[in-house]
C-alpha cells in the first residue's frame, strides 16, 4: 500500500502514457508536460492506452518510488482527453483503483436565478 497517503496531493495525466517510461522519463514528463515539481511529494498517476496498467510516481524523502498496478480483468476507469493534469481528492483515489468510475458522477449544479 501507498505510505501516508492522507497527506499527499494527486494528479492524474488524462489519455495514454507510454507505460516504457520509467521513473527518469515520467519524472521529466512531470515537470515538462504536466508543469507540476516532481519533487514536492504528490503522487502522480499514469495510465497506459488499454487502461490495465496504472503508475504512480512520487518523491519520498531520499528518492523517487514507482508504484505499478496491472489488472487481469476489467479497465481502469481513466479520463482519455488529452486535458491539462487533473487533481483529485484522496477518496477518488480509492475509487479508481477500486474500478469506480467516478469521472462520470452528476456533477455539482448552481444557479444564480430561478428564473
Excluded at 63 to 76: M, Q, S, T
Amino acid at each position: 500500500m501507498l505510505p501516508s497517503i492522507q497527506e499527499r496531493r494527486v494528479y492524474v495525466r488524462p489519455g495514454p502514457t507510454d507505460m516504457r517510461k520509467q521513473i527518469n522519463g515520467l519524472s521529466v514528463m512531470v515537470q515538462e508536460t504536466l508543469g507540476q515539481n516532481p519533487f514536492d511529494g504528490a503522487y502522480f498517476m499514469f495510465c497506459n492506452r488499454q487502461r490495465k496498467l496504472l503508475k504512480i510516481l512520487y518523491w519520498e524523502d531520499t528518492g523517487f518510488c514507482l508504484w505499478i498496478k496491472r489488472l487481469e480483468r476489467d479497465r481502469f476507469p481513466w479520463p482519455r482527453t488529452q486535458e491539462s493534469v487533473k487533481k483529485i481528492t484522496l477518496q477518488e483515489l480509492q475509487m479508481l483503483l477500486g474500478g469506480i468510475d467516478f469521472w462520470k458522477a452528476h456533477r455539482k449544479v448552481e444557479y444564480t436565478s430561478v428564473y
